[in-house]
């Protein structure tokens, strides 16, 4: 099992890295791929040292896996030609998430739609894996009518730069700014760029996404995304009207069932998510269940999950280990 990482050097590459070697990854060759600065770079992976190379040596050889988490731009210049050779993609990018001809893919709740004839698979964005991870169960049962959600993002979804930035503003130094404004005691409601209909990408990346993965294009989605200055996870704070009324115990059942879903929820000992503890976990966490005595049939949850891990590199390595099960290589 020939395996590329293409970004190596990056924030979700290192994680993939790291996850690749906790999950005991099936690896006979590891090749590892980032830009032109990084080439010659030595990483150490399972004690063994390797080094950077650049796409074209990657794709002479014929790797069977490419995990890519290297900008759209790049995703869409380098994932046919990595698909032309032969090599399943498997797209942390925006890139691909939205071509008609593509899988978006998380594995709990989709992966059955994936064939052998798929080359390049899309991997959701970090805040909308969570969300769909802990709404799946429960728009099977009460089917989803309409979603309202915040959230409130880590600035480790931005990258290495923000992280440094926060850093910078904590120790009084001035230095390079990733966002517009200062980010420590801050909250900055602007994740990604702007569009003409006054939403950010990253807002209409919870509302098409969470359509395609739940393919149901009639569940209407509004979404804020804010950034805040926490280095662990993702939270969202998400309001669900459904088709039909609920019973809580039973919403509760079905989260505390769901695989890949814990539920933190006892308020009588002040227990609920916080990326404090998700940070360096693979779940989702689910808590703050309440009904929603506004309007009817309509619930409020809290959401937590580590964006680097289930929302990047986890979901990116468990498609390719379902991939590698169903023997769709």
Not at 271 to 289: H, L, N, Q, S
């Amino acid at each position: 099992m020939k395996v590329a990482v293409i970004g190596a050097t990056g924030m979700v590459g290192e994680v993939m890295l790291k996850i690749l070697e906790e999950r005991n990854f099936p690896i006979t060759e590891l090749i590892l791929v980032a830009s032109e600065k990084s080439i010659g770079k030595s990483i150490t992976f399972k004690g063994e040292v390797f080094k950077v190379i650049g796409m074209l040596d990657a794709i002479a050889k014929q790797p069977d896996i490419a995990l890519f988490s290297a900008g759209g731009d790049t995703s869409l210049v380098w994932a046919p030609k990595f698909a032309e050779v032969g090599t399943t993609v498997i797209d942390n990018s925006s890139a691909w998430r939205m071509d008609l001809t593509k899988k978006l893919i998380v594995p709990e709740i989709n992966a059955s739609q994936l064939t052998n004839q798929d080359k390049i698979i899309a991997n959701p964005n970090c805040s909308t894996i969570q969300m769909v991870m802990v709404l799946a169960p429960l728009h099977k049962k009460y089917k989803i009518k309409r979603i309202v959600v915040s959230t409130y993002q880590s600035i480790s979804g931005t990258g290495v730069k923000a992280v440094k930035q926060l850093e910078n503003e904590l120790a009084g130094i001035k230095g390079e700014m990733a966002y517009p404004y200062p980010i420590h005691r801050n909250a900055i409601p602007h994740c990604d760029v702007f569009e003409e209909n006054g939403y950010t990408k990253e807002e209409m990346k919870l509302v098409l996404e969470t359509q395609k993965i739940l393919d149901d294009r009639t569940i209407a989605v509004t979404a804020t995304a804010v950034r805040i200055p926490t280095s662990g996870g993702h939270s969202e704070a998400v309001n669900i009207e459904f088709e039909h009324d609920f019973d809580i115990n039973d919403i509760r059942k079905i989260l505390n069932n769901s695989p890949g879903v814990v539920l933190q929820d006892n308020i009588d000992v002040n227990t609920y998510p916080m990326p404090i503890y998700a940070e360096g976990k693979d779940d989702v966490f689910v808590g703050r269940i309440r009904r929603d005595g506004s309007q009817p049939n309509s619930l409020n949850l809290w959401i937590v999950s580590d964006n680097l891990r289930k929302g990047a590199a986890t979901n990116t390595i468990q498609i390719a280990e379902y991939l590698i099960l169903q023997k769709l290589l």
